[in-house]
């Protein structure tokens, strides 16, 4: 991918990772609004009975990239990368959470469509993409990358060609892959 200015976000997230505290009091009105509209469009897909609330998941995704200060920010879309990995595991977590409160049901079967759409009023199909998708990490990172900033960021495949640095056949690609991956966790056949 051809070398680009950084954009004014990166300038940003680089100066707050040197230390400057300025950068980050700049950087939060900029951040906090495409934070917000990547919370609103995920949980978009979620029912109308869900409880988390776009403004909690983005500030409890805020809070946390608040405290990644040791991270080494590369680009705009690394951040919102990030931010992506964040929302996933606060969604997963709040799902976990209301598995444990309705246990006793069994086994949920579902297709990787469901499961995609994340829909926290069946926590078990979230749990299950996470675990699917933690496998899918220890032997191919990127492949989950691609589905965690796709479906738990809202990022286009512009955005996440970009922040993993690869071309958009690739990621139509990785993506189709991953997908392929899941679909034969998600059914039982992981070789386990």
Avoid at 8 to 34: C, F, H, K, M, N
Avoid at 69 to 81: K, T
Avoid at 87 to 112: P, Q, T
Avoid at 128 to 152: C, N
């Amino acid at each position: 991918m051809a070398a680009q200015e950084p954009q004014p976000i990166t300038v940003l997230l680089q100066q707050w990772r040197s230390g400057d505290p300025s950068a980050l009091a700049a950087i939060t009105p900029i951040v906090y609004d495409e934070l917000r509209r990547l919370a609103a469009k995920f949980l978009a897909k979620e029912s109308n009975a869900q409880t988390l609330q776009p403004t909690a998941l983005l500030n409890e995704a805020y809070l946390r990239l608040a405290q990644q200060r040791d991270q080494n920010w590369q680009s705009r879309a690394h951040f919102f990368g990030i931010a992506a990995h964040l929302m996933r595991n606060i969604l997963v977590d709040h799902a976990r959470s209301k598995h444990r409160a309705k246990r006793g049901g069994g086994d949920i079967n579902f297709s990787l469509d469901e499961a995609l759409t994340a829909d926290t009023t069946k926590p078990s199909l979230l749990v299950d993409l996470d675990d699917a998708l933690t496998e899918l990490a220890k032997f191919d990172p990127r492949k989950s990358q691609v589905i965690e900033m796709r479906y738990f960021g809202g990022m286009s495949l512009e955005e996440t060609a970009e922040a993993l640095d690869i071309s958009i056949t690739t990621l139509g690609r990785e993506q189709r892959l991953a997908h392929a991956w899941i679909k034969r966790y998600l059914a039982g056949e992981s070789g386990e």
